[in-house]
Every structure is written in structure tokens, then in C-alpha cells.
T-cell receptor, first 116, second 114 residues
Framework: AQSVAQPEDQVNVAEGNPLTVKCTYS??????LFWYVQYPNRGLQFLLK??????LVKGSYGFEAEFNKSQTSFHLKKPSALVSDSALYFC??????????????FGSGTRLLVRP | SAVISQKPSRDICQRGTSLTIQCQVD?????MFWYRQQPGQSLTLIAT?????????ESGFVIDKFPISRPNLTFSTLTVSNMSPEDSSIYLC???????????FGPGTRLLVL
């Protein structure tokens, strides 16, 4: 079965330090990969995506993600965390299928807490 | 990106009643979806809203409970019928923009059923 794993329920980091939120996937083929962020009482906000090309993709608010095909991973990173980055982060994968389905498979989410 | 609005943003409803949630996108999109999310949890896809035809439901969701309409390429509604406390959740609509190969989400509707 196709799945997306976010192994950490919560990541704690001090402001100014680098952060990494992990995501691995088990999907056949070359899926599209996404990161979304959800602030309290808000919907999901698109951060970045990987479709093809450079393995390091840059997104909103200084976030970037590194695609590693051999490890089937797509970890979210930021060089210097801000307290305002504290939120719930979701990794999502879109398998590329013949039926042209555009459905996403979501990870369980990782809560990022950045302490001052 | 796509700008998506939902109405209502939140509601408190009585058991046995129905609530219709509206989703409006600022421009035409290829696909629209409806999700359910428990606070702090991941998203569960309810159905794909198809323009001009019946919605495609995921396993565990049925049309009688969650009727969906999509009369045009920018608007969709989800009705939660005959509600019970178990339906208390956040309901999110999303829109897939083909030119960006990206799915965008609305702000969600927070539903509490008493």
C-alpha cells in the first residue's frame, strides 16, 4: 500500500537554529512531493513542491526541501528557525497514475515548536 | 496560487440536522476535493467533486451522508446530513490548479455537533 511517513510527532528547536522535519514515502514511480503548513485555526498553506529537476527546492518563508530518490525522502529544512514557524507541517505525495487522479496521500503531520 | 473561501467558518449544530458548506475558488480549477480533519490530525479525503456529474466518494463515505454539488468550475458545496456528534470535525475544501500542478486549500469549516 502507498504511504507517507512523518516519523516525528513533534520537533523542538531553538530560535535561530536550523530545523529539519522528516518525510519518507512508499509510492511507486516518480511521484510529486509537497509540503504544507497549518497554523492554528487555519487551513493548509502550500509551502513548496518537487516535480522534477534540482533535488533542492526552495519555497515560502525561507523553507526548502531536499528530494532523495534512493532514500525516498523529502525532508523539509530551514537554516534559521523563527518562533513564528511554530505550526503543524504535512508532507503529501501525489502518485502519478494512468487514471489521471490528482489525489494526495498525506503524512500524519509533525508539530514544530520553536522556542525563543 | 488559488484563493479559496469557505462558508461558514464555524458552526454549532444540533444532532439530526444538516449543514451545507460552501467553497468558492477565485478562478476556474480542474478538480475540487473535500476533506475531513480532526484537530491536530491528518486529513482524510471524503470525495472528489466533479463538475457536471456525481462526486466520486472514498471508501467509508457515501452520498446520502455527504451529498456534494459542483455546478461550475469555481464553486462546490458539501452537505453533512443527519449529523451526529461523531461528525464534529474540520471540513476543508481544496482545488487543484493544473497549470501549477498544485492543490490549494480553503481555511476550513469547524463543525461542532451537540
Amino acid at each position: 500500500a502507498q504511504s507517507v511517513a512523518q516519523p516525528e510527532d513533534q520537533v523542538n528547536v531553538a530560535e535561530g537554529n536550523p530545523l529539519t522535519v522528516k518525510c519518507t514515502y512508499s509510492v511507486s514511480g516518480n511521484p510529486y512531493l509537497f509540503w504544507y503548513v497549518q497554523y492554528p485555526n487555519r487551513g493548509l498553506q502550500f509551502l513548496l513542491k518537487y516535480i522534477t529537476g534540482d533535488n533542492l527546492v526552495k519555497g515560502s518563508y525561507g523553507f526548502e526541501a531536499e528530494f532523495n530518490k534512493s532514500q525516498t525522502s523529502f525532508h523539509l529544512k530551514k537554516p534559521s528557525a523563527l518562533v513564528s514557524d511554530s505550526a503543524l507541517y504535512f508532507c503529501a505525495v501525489r502518485p502519478i497514475r494512468m487514471d489521471s487522479s490528482y489525489k494526495l496521500i498525506f503524512g500524519s503531520g509533525t508539530r514544530l515548536l520553536v522556542r525563543p | 496560487s488559488a484563493v479559496i473561501s469557505q462558508k461558514p467558518s464555524r458552526d454549532i449544530c444540533q444532532r439530526g440536522t444538516s449543514l451545507t458548506i460552501q467553497c468558492q475558488v477565485d478562478s476556474q480549477v480542474t478538480m475540487m476535493f473535500w476533506y475531513r480533519q480532526q484537530p491536530g490530525q491528518s486529513l482524510t479525503l471524503i470525495a472528489t467533486a466533479n463538475q457536471g456529474s456525481e462526486a466520486t466518494y472514498e471508501s467509508g463515505f457515501v452520498i446520502d451522508k455527504f451529498p456534494i454539488s459542483r455546478p461550475n468550475l469555481t464553486f462546490s458545496t458539501l452537505t453533512v446530513s443527519n449529523m451526529s456528534p461523531e461528525d464534529s470535525s474540520i471540513y476543508l475544501c481544496s482545488a487543484y490548479r493544473a497549470s501549477e500542478e498544485t492543490q490549494y486549500f480553503g481555511p476550513g469549516t469547524r463543525l461542532l455537533v451537540l
